[in-house]
């Protein structure tokens, strides 16, 4: 058994927290890709996975919140959905 040690309590910043959204809206992005490539998966779960992806995009824009991650590493599948996004919204292809 993994004996507790207790956390330190600190508070993230807002960048921080805006990081850690974009690195779990990246991987989300990055379960839908899989769950499209393979055959077993139920189109019900491919679904509810997009669905979770476009309201986790879409509060992404709102917030502001860019497509760096964790460590700042660049989440690029966010960044290809904020710019597809982005295009959509001011009409440009």
């Known amino acids: 058994m993994i004996p507790h040690v ?6 993230a910043s807002d960048d921080e927290l805006a990081d850690v959204l974009a690195w779990s809206v990246e991987l989300h992005l990055a379960t839908l890709e899989q769950l499209c490539e393979r055959k077993s998966s139920s189109k019900s ?3 509810r ?3 979770i992806c476009d309201r986790l ?9 860019g497509s760096q991650g ?5 989440c690029t599948r966010v960044e ?3 710019n ?3 295009a959509r919204l001011h009409g440009t292809p």
Not at 6 to 11: G, V, Y
Not at 57 to 65: M, S, Y
Not at 70 to 74: G, K, L, P, S
Request: glycine fraction near 4%; hydrophobic fraction near 35%.
């Open 6 to 11: 207790p956390i330190p309590k600190r508070h």
């Open 45 to 47: 779960d491919i679904r």
């Open 84 to 86: 597809a996004l982005q």
């Open 57 to 65: 995009i879409d509060e992404l824009r709102l917030l502001g919140v």
């Open 80 to 82: 290809a959905r904020l």
């Open 49 to 51: 996975q997009q669905d």
């Open 70 to 74: 964790r460590n700042r590493e660049n």
